[in-house]
């Protein structure tokens, strides 16, 4: 265990230096007339791929970012447990997003943070390094229906991006031996920018997390990056172990490059639309504020966007490619008619089950000082420990039924405008249904649909000596959508996830958190829980469990879908190859092209996908074979999952009492037990994240 302290060490960082003395970074004079490519969102994958493309010295990239450079804050961003204790949410390096408010979350409004600077969210969240199963990948890839290029996003062609982006280091024996950590060296990369190992110091209770999910009948993963990411296991995430700091795309990928003239980086400048010719972009606008000159720089091949969820889409729609009812209601002249921009929103919805503990947390030692003065191997502790739960583990034998019930309301929910906001849109309406296809023919498999997910960072209910179980859905069949309100590219879009608008989520969420009361009243986790603090005793029923849960749910901080890779005919926006239908030289290369919701958190997923965009990118303009031609058929997901990973009914394992009485049908229609209550602008601790003075993004 190193004995420096982390916040010492960071000096290495030159958080003193100027922001100009790296030659990538720019002031906005000196901004050339064009570029190669000009990137939208200097965040994870942004910076991935200008790293990428400039490889090749005669390419010219331009990345443009609204947030800052983030050297004021490097040791908020570069220690680990800073962001639990002292993380950048509600802070300059957070957009602040906020949703509609929420139906069937009693009208609530909820925050949703979203990264805001150079790395984007990669430089505030949890670090949190969980890839999809294969299932779920080759589902997205034969979603395609065949359009070219469909095989780049098979499991298999994805599996070697994720790992070319890695530098896979295990942990070390004694966190081995502490946290029961099992993994498989073949599964990871050695030689990519990104490092992907485990903390220095590991509490001792985390030991206790797989073995008391055996207990309970949720296996134990050997390998859950290797296309199995079911079970229980101990999660990787993105730490450097030579110095235990967070691991993120601009250390990774940015930092460590030689001067490269090819490529310069502006920070503080919002991207606020594009311009098109004849089906073209180019030139790009962007301002450092509402109030600021809008200035524009020309585009000599490609306009990359990687605003993520919230912004890819709203460039679009301010540039006049979207929905023509929304462009026209918005005063933005429309260029492309394209109505899915902005729909099939999806995203992980959490809670927590909180219990008192004897045991030691990240919480006590923090509050006992020994996270800024101990050692950099203890300031490197973050939560790690998760399970993905599936349907059986759940509902037990009442599985089937609940799959059953989710098939035939396909067509009536298709129909509804409240479960489908697309459907006066045939293209969207039909997207939807390939979306609430494909995760009910998941439903049945070993994929999680809950994830727990074991927080020992302190709780608003219990304090620093409390530990939490979270419960996050993980395949929503409600689905949402965004759409700006004017043309003022800075004002921010309506965003309206939809949350628990379909009933099905509401009976998993409720399992779930069911599930982490269990695993808490379990050996040998018991043994250090004292007392559970929330929900508490008094909630027993099915009723009492959704009447909590409307109250406290928010988001696990995983939006994506808004810009989705479908058919034209389904809603799409892009194409396999990431170009936006309709225009010759735009793409959206970011979280928001996934069309369904992993069983996972979207940071892994994420730099494979941007990866394969790199590649897919030089192919078509450096020559030699894209992804897609080295990967020429992806593995049939239905024969996957009946011969892999079909989830066994647990004979004699029943649902609770309460659960089977309403069975008979459940999903006629929805939930109408409403709670009311205020609505809520900001939270002061979100969902999920910590509570005890910071906040970060799982």
Not at 85 to 109: A, S
Request: proline share 7%.
């Amino acid at each position: 265990m190193r004995k420096t302290s982390l916040s010492a060490a960071l000096l290495l960082s030159s958080v003193s230096a100027s922001h100009f003395d790296r030659r990538e970074y720019i002031p906005v004079d000196q901004v050339q007339p064009s570029y190669d490519f000009v990137i939208a969102g200097g965040g994870l994958a942004g910076l991935v791929i200008a790293a990428r493309l400039t490889e090749d010295a005669n390419t010219t990239v331009l990345v443009i970012e609204a947030g800052e450079a983030g050297d004021d804050v490097r040791s908020r961003i570069d220690i680990p447990s800073e962001a639990y204790f002292n993380g950048l949410l509600y802070t300059k390096y957070d957009w602040q997003y906020i949703t509609e408010p929420q139906v069937q979350l009693g009208n609530r409004n909820i925050p949703w943070p979203r990264g805001k600077g150079i790395g984007g969210s990669t430089a505030v969240n949890g670090m949190y390094m969980v890839r999809p199963s294969a299932l779920e990948v080759d589902t997205w890839s034969h979603m395609q229906n065949g359009q070219p290029g469909a095989t780049a996003w098979s499991w298999d062609s994805l599996f070697k991006a994720m790992k070319k982006s890695e530098k896979f280091t295990p942990p070390t024996p004694e966190v081995q031996a502490a946290g029961n950590i099992l993994y498989d060296e073949s599964s990871h990369g050695t030689s990519g920018p990104l490092h992907y190992s485990y903390p220095g110091y590991i509490l001792p209770i985390v030991g206790d997390w797989t073995q008391t999910l055996s207990m309970i009948g949720v296996p134990v993963s050997p390998d859950a990056n290797g296309g199995s990411g079911w079970g229980a296991f101990i999660a990787a995430s993105s730490i450097n172990p030579t110095n235990y700091t967070r691991s993120y795309s601009r250390s990774a990928y940015i930092d460590p490059l030689p001067p490269r003239p090819n490529l310069h980086i502006l920070f503080n400048n919002t991207v606020t639309k594009f311009f098109t010719e004849n089906g073209r972009a180019t030139r790009v606008e962007f301002a450092q504020d509402g109030f600021a000159q809008r200035r524009t720089v020309g585009v000599n091949k490609e306009v990359l966007l990687n605003g993520g969820a919230i912004g890819s889409p709203n460039i679009l729609m301010q540039s006049g490619v979207g929905p023509r009812d929304v462009l026209e209601k918005a005063g933005v002249p429309v260029v492309v008619d394209l109505p899915g921009v902005g729909q099939h929103m999806q995203d992980h919805l959490s809670t927590q089950v909180v219990f008192k503990t004897n045991a030691e947390t990240a919480a006590t030692i923090h509050n006992s000082g020994g996270m800024t003065s101990g050692s950099s191997a203890v300031q490197s502790f973050i939560n790690s420990a998760i399970a993905y739960t599936n349907i059986t583990d759940l509902l037990g034998d009442w599985a089937p039924t609940l799959h059953q019930q989710i098939t035939a309301n396909l067509t009536a929910y298709s129909n509804d405008p409240v479960m489908n906001p697309g459907v006066n849109y045939p293209t969207v309406k039909a997207g939807y249904d390939a979306i609430y296809k494909a995760n009910s023919d998941m439903l049945m498999t070993q994929i999680g649909q809950v994830e727990l997910l074991f927080s020992l960072t302190g709780t608003v209910e219990g304090g620093a000596q409390s530990f939490a179980i979270q419960a996050a859905l993980q395949h929503p069949f409600s689905q949402g959508r965004l759409y700006i309100r004017n043309n003022n590219p800075f004002d921010y879009p309506a965003i309206d996830p939809g949350y628990l608008n379909h009933p099905a989520d509401l009976h998993m969420m409720r399992e779930g958190l069911k599930l982490a009361r269990k695993l808490g009243q379990t050996e040998p986790l018991s043994k250090s829980a004292t007392e559970e603090v929330a929900p508490g005793p008094s909630v027993q029923t099915d009723a009492d469990w959704e009447a909590w849960l409307r109250t406290k749910v928010g988001t696990e901080y995983h939006p994506s879908c808004t810009c989705a890779m479908l058919p034209l005919d389904q809603g799409g926006v892009v194409d396999p190859n990431l170009k936006v239908f309709g225009l010759s030289n735009v793409r959206v290369t970011d979280s928001s092209i996934y069309p369904i919701q992993f069983a996972a958190h979207l940071m892994a997923p994420t730099y494979g996908l941007a990866e394969q965009a790199a590649d897919i990118i030089r192919a078509q303009y450096n020559g030699g074979p894209s992804p897609a031609d080295l990967q020429t058929a992806t593995a049939d997901p239905q024969t996957r999952s009946k011969t892999e990973t079909t989830a066994p009914i647990r004979t004699g394992t029943a649902a609770p009492a309460a659960t089977q009485s309403q069975s008979s049908g459940a999903l006629s229609g929805l939930a109408s037990n409403m709670i009311g209550g205020e609505t809520l602008v900001l939270l002061t601790a979100v969902v999920g994240a910590v509570v005890m003075g910071g906040g970060m993004l799982l």
